[in-house]
């Protein structure tokens, strides 16, 4: 019984941490979402909430890349960034020493990006985007972009039902 909680302790410690580091990496450079992914993935080893977390955020994510590459401009667009990161990572890593761990991770996320764009990681966004957070297949691909939500008439006099 202790060394089932130790475990989860430890698991819980290291991804709150590991999570941390991505949600800063949000504001700072480096692969953030990338770094949630894998905080998520620690604690969902041993807790059903991070797992359902994960899957949510992994749909999330490549929904939002299958957009971005779905296009031409979108991929121009994910090329140049993509490029200019590792450039402007490896510069930073070549001339300014004490920034080399930031340098490191902007090249990285750039690395990322361009992965998006092979055949194999879009075939997985396909995957991941025609699914949704359980699993399954995603029923709301099918439904129309506008669809009418009915709004309740306004009561004026006073009166609620």
């Given at each position: 019984m202790i060394g089932?909680?130790?475990?989860?302790?430890?698991?819980?410690?290291?991804?709150v941490a590991i999570l941390g580091a991505g949600v800063a990496m949000l504001a700072l450079p480096g692969?953030?979402?990338?770094?949630i992914v894998v905080g998520l993935a620690v604690l969902a080893t041993e807790f059903a909430w991070a797992e359902r977390a994960l899957d949510r955020t992994t749909a999330t994510a490549a929904s939002a890349a299958s957009k971005v590459s779905g296009s031409r401009?979108?991929?121009t667009a994910?090329?140049?960034s993509g490029l200019g990161m590792v450039v402007g990572g490896a510069v930073v890593v070549a001339l300014v020493g004490?920034?080399?761990?930031v340098g490191v991770s902007v090249a990285i996320a750039g690395l990322i990006g361009l992965a998006t764009l092979h055949p194999r990681a879009q075939r997985w966004l396909?995957?991941?985007t025609s699914t949704n957070a359980t699993g399954?297949?995603?029923?709301?691909?099918?439904v129309p972009a506008h669809v009418p939500i009915p709004v309740p008439p306004l009561h004026t006099n006073g009166?609620?039902?």
């Open positions: 089932r909680n130790t475990k989860r302790l430890a698991v819980l410690v290291l991804g692969p953030g979402v990338l770094v401009s979108g991929r994910l090329i140049a004490d920034f080399r761990i396909e995957t991941r399954t297949p995603d029923s709301s691909a099918a009166d609620h039902p």
